[in-house]
């Protein structure tokens, strides 16, 4: 079974700090990795997708991704109330094929 | 440019009765998925269609099943409906080309 490991929590972060989400993932031959914001009783929003190992920053999101570790993350600078929402992490390829296997996602609570 | 456009978005069904779901893809967008997204839960795979064709199918039974037509709209189509079938219901659109999956606003289905 392949599977996406990410902490329920919530993670509560004060209004300007980072939030930083973690992720793991099973399986190793994943190519594709993903993280999407869903806020209640919303359909998730695509944030951000990396292929390759590394960092890529877009606006105030960084995604992070080391394959020898299985591991993704996200880091949110300068977070926001608004940025208050449930972070999906997804991978997608090789054993899982063309299906995206979603983590049950990490609630996240940005305080005023 | 209009998203990924899901019908209709709210739906109470009986036990034993079937139920037909509707997604538009994103303009450009060949590739149509569909996933199961229970409360507290990462959305499921359902299945992925592409050149109206079922490409991939999760864990699902035969009572769900789908449809893609030549303008890359798609349909779901659940037969004798659970109670434990109740769900969000999202469709994702993507290009064949590129993994990046943007979700429709998802169809709330509820059996009594």
């Known amino acids: 079974q392949k599977e996406v490991e990410q902490n329920s929590g919530p993670l509560s972060v004060p209004e300007g700090a980072i939030a930083s989400l973690n992720c793991t993932y099973s399986?190793?031959?994943?190519?594709?990795f993903f993280w999407y914001r869903q806020y209640s009783g919303k359909s998730p929003e695509l944030i951000m997708s990396?292929?390759?190992?590394g960092d890529k920053e877009d606006g105030r999101f960084t995604a992070q991704l080391n394959k020898a570790s299985q591991y993704v993350s996200l880091l949110i600078r300068d977070s926001q109330p608004s940025d208050s929402a449930t972070y999906l992490c997804?991978?997608?390829?090789?054993?899982?094929?063309?299906?995206?296997?979603f983590g049950a996602g990490t609630r996240l609570f940005v305080k005023a | 440019d209009a998203g990924v456009t899901q019908s209709p978005t709210h739906l109470i069904k009986t036990r034993g009765q079937q139920v037909t779901l509707r997604c538009s893809p994103k303009?450009?967008?060949?590739?149509v998925s569909w996933y199961q997204q229970a409360l507290g839960q990462g959305p499921q795979f359902i299945f992925q269609y592409y050149e109206e064709e079922e490409r991939q199918r999760g864990n699902f039974p035969d009572r769900f099943s789908g449809h893609q037509f030549p303008n890359y709209s798609s349909e779901l189509n659940v037969n004798a409906l659970l109670l434990g079938d109740s769900a969000l219901y999202l469709c994702?659109?993507?290009?064949?080309?590129?993994?990046?999956?943007?979700f429709g606003q998802g169809t709330r289905l509820t059996v009594v």
């Open positions: 997804a991978s997608a390829g090789v054993g899982g094929g063309f299906k995206t296997i």
């Open positions: 994702a659109s993507s290009s064949n080309r590129l993994r990046d999956a943007f």
């Open positions: 399986d190793r031959g994943s190519q594709s």
């Open positions: 303009s450009g967008h060949d590739t």
């Open positions: 990396i292929y390759s190992n």
